[in-house]
């Protein structure tokens, strides 16, 4: 089909790609022009992400470099954001660049928080992702309170997920810093809609962080629907929720159910209400054969995954092998999700819990001593 030089294009260097992108570099594709377009040079390890919060880990020791990557694949790296597609043409829109052609399109541009629909004055939020965003706003909350010691902060995370949970513990650790002496000025609030935490876990893992959290004198507000953020004075701001509590605080996060970037959407790729290109078992978009995608952006038809980099990582290996089959016009493979998968859960004080379908074990610092080493025998596969 392609026997003269066609071009691959990657937008977003998230898990999957930077994945597949090494597989390039060990085994590359001829006449083939790769080209990745991502805003950032450095790209986030979700594992590592809430140790780096919590100050086990470097900033380095938890990014990707995605031009050492690009280097090491052969790729060429462009720094943008994509903002739209031309499918009829088959062109990327970027938000600086000229247009890029494609031959084939890979997209893996993760979620971000789900915001603007759900609640009024989202502008005042901070989301955990854009995660370059969001660890600005960490870096410069760190130096506020260290730096203030005499004045109270009150610090809000909306949302009682996975990410939500491993958000509060990180970041009370992160604050705390070696000493774990607990900081008299600064409080911290979980909203959560739900009746109790992780809802996606077995119970037992949302018990152990509920009563985590209590003992380290975080204010639970469970079956609390957050629906307003109002800006008072000083940069304080109002957390309303829909029963009619209101809570006074500095900051807010929202680390919310995941959503889509609207281009992808308007693109006129095939999705689902909420905007995640579908895909078949191959990874392969269902309007668009030759467009493939990956990690949180994707839904897969056959089966209902939640958006996880558990399930961005073990699809890399199905990308790669697809995006070298239909350059040789070969029968694309399928990816098979596990229906059970161990979840290494961080607890923010060098321990961590395990947990697989119904079997859990408590935190212990030797499930974080396990998680550690899997986490970095990751990154060490990446060119540094
Ligand atoms: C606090 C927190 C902790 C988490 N911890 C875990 C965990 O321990 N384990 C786990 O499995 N999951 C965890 N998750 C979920 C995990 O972060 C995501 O499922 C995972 O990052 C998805 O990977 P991805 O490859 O789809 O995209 P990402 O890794 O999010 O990468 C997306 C990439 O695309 C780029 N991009 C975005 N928009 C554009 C654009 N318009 N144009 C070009 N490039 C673009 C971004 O810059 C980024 O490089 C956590 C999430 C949060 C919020």
């Given amino acids: 089909m392609f026997n003269v030089t066609k071009k691959i294009v990657f937008i977003g260097g ?19 022009r790769l080209i990745l377009i991502t ?7 979700s594992g590592m992400l809430p140790g780096h919060i919590a100050g086990f880990y ?16 052969g790729s060429e790296l462009y720094l943008d954001s994509v903002v739209g597609l031309d499918l009829k043409n088959n062109y990327v829109l970027c938000a600086n660049k000229e247009p890029v052609s494609f031959d084939v399109l890979s997209i893996d541009i993760g979620s971000v928080p789900q915001q603007l629909s759900v609640l009024v004055g989202s502008e005042y939020t901070i989301g955990v992702k854009p995660v370059s965003r969001f660890l600005k706003c960490w870096y410069n909350l760190q130096e506020n309170i260290w730096n203030n ?17 491993e958000l509060v513990l990180s970041m009370i ?27 996606n876990y077995y119970y037992l893992v949302g018990e152990f962080i509920q009563d985590l959290l209590l003992s380290k004198g975080v204010n639970l507000h469970l079956k609390e629907r957050v629906c307003e953020v109002i800006k008072i004075i000083d940069d304080r701001l109002n957390v309303k929720c829909e029963s009619g509590l209101i809570l006074s605080c500095d900051y807010v996060f929202l680390v919310t ?18 905007g995640f290109i579908l895909v078949n078992n191959a990874l392969q978009s269902v ?18 995954l939640p958006k996880s980099g558990v399930f961005a990582v073990r699809q890399s290996k199905t990308l790669y092998d697809n995006l070298r089959r239909i350059m040789d016009d070969q029968p694309l493979k399928s990816y098979k999700p596990q229906s059970s998968y ?20 408590p935190p212990h610092k030797l499930l974080w001593c396990w998680k550690d080493f899997i986490d970095r025998r990751f990154m060490e596969q990446f060119p540094q």
């Fill in 149 to 165: 010691s005499g004045k109270s902060f009150s610090i809000a995370v909306v949302g009682g997920g996975a990410g939500g949970v």
């Fill in 14 to 32: 998230g898990h999957t790609h930077s994945i597949v992108l090494n597989l390039l570099g060990k085994c590359p594709l001829s006449k083939v």
């Fill in 287 to 304: 309007s668009h054969h030759h467009i493939f995608a990956a990690g949180d952006i994707a839904t897969m038809i056959n089966y209902n």
């Fill in 173 to 199: 650790r992160g604050l705390q810093g070696e000493s774990c002496l607990k900081l008299p000025n600064v409080e911290f609030h979980l909203f959560h809609s739900g009746i109790s935490l992780m809802p």
């Fill in 39 to 45: 805003p950032d040079i450095y790209t986030p390890y």
């Fill in 257 to 274: 159910q995941p959503s889509a970037a609207s281009w992808v959407k308007d693109s006129g790729i095939a999705t689902n209400d909420d």
């Fill in 58 to 73: 470097s900033y380095s020791q938890c990014h990707i470099n995605l031009q050492y990557l690009s280097n090491f694949a």
């Fill in 342 to 361: 161990l979840s290494l859960i961080g607890t923010g004080d060098g321990k961590a819990i395990a947990t697989k379908g119904n079997f859990t074990l």
